[in-house]
């Protein structure tokens, strides 16, 4: 008699009973595993790296020029050293190894990227207490507007400096007495100097010049990012199909069997 291997669906009818009450068992198993897994929540922060505009030769409008490229100040933010700056500013030193990205040995809790095509940086971090995550989030977010604001506080320093400089020698002109033959040798004086003093007002001003600033407040995620519902469900559903797969090699193994010995397979 030939021997052969097949599952036969009509098992499922057979076993129904055993398959519910299977996937009544993996539910169960689902439902505590949603429960009692700890809670993850995210915290969320939008930085906007700031910029210098310049014009172009040839062009009339500005160009945002970043104080660095943003892919650089996200590198020296993933750093371990930044990191565990962040960390223990905090008051989580104990949560650097889990803070650093895969590639430094760690966890990958921490989430800095760029938004394409802008100078904004979203900084999101994942710990199982919502202050924690908070707290973590807002140092690196102060830590990154310290570090590129200290790279442009020279050149906001000699720009300040100047509109000072123009501010008191145009104050010391408007002093002078206008006498009949100086009178327009300093009226021209004033003008060019009103002229220099717009000028560089307008160079430490929106949007020539921008610091490094958040967007808004660093926030947590009303819900928690893990455990979620959905996966929940799905775990449920897979060890359910994974049993009734089983059940049904197991019925067709123990067809092949029968066979193998000379029984005849049940016509059911």
């Known amino acids: 008699m030939e021997e052969t291997f097949s599952l036969n669906w009509g098992a499922l009818w057979r076993w129904r009973l055993l398959i519910a009450g299977a996937f009544i068992v993996c539910t169960m198993l689902a439902a505590a595993w949603?429960?009692?897994?700890?809670?993850?929540?995210?915290?969320?922060?939008?930085?906007?790296?700031?910029?210098?505009?310049?014009i172009a030769p040839g062009s009339t409008e500005p160009v945002e020029v970043p104080i660095e490229p943003v892919p650089t100040a996200i590198d020296r933010m993933l750093n371990p050293p930044a990191v565990r700056q962040a960390a223990r500013g905090a008051g989580y030193p104990g949560e650097v190894q889990h803070l650093l990205s895969r590639a430094y040995g760690g966890r990958g809790d921490i989430q800095i990227m760029q938004l394409p095509g802008t100078n904004l940086v979203s900084i999101r971090v994942v710990t199982d207490h919502r202050e924690k995550s908070r707290r973590i989030a807002q140092a690196l977010s102060n830590d990154l507007i310290r570090a590129e604001n200290a790279l442009i506080q020279p050149l906001w320093d000699s720009r300040v400096a100047r509109v000072q400089t123009l501010s008191r020698s145009l104050a010391a002109l408007r002093q002078q007495p206008d006498k009949a033959a100086d009178g327009v040798r300093l009226e021209l004086a004033r003008m060019r100097l009103r002229s220099e003093l717009q000028h560089a007002q307008e160079s430490i001003s929106y949007p020539r010049l921008i610091k490094t600033q958040t967007l808004g407040h660093v926030s947590v995620l009303a819900r928690p990012v893990s455990p979620r519902p959905l996966v929940a469900v799905a775990l449920a559903i897979t060890l359910g199909l994974l049993f009734t797969f089983g059940v049904l090699i197991w019925d067709a193994l123990g067809r092949c069997y029968g066979v193998r010995q000379g029984k005849r397979p049940s016509p059911r």
Do not use: E, M
């Not at 949603?34 to 310049?54: D, E, K, M, N």
């Open 34 to 54: 949603y429960f009692l897994a700890p809670r993850q929540w995210a915290a969320v922060g939008l930085v906007r790296i700031g910029s210098i505009a310049t």
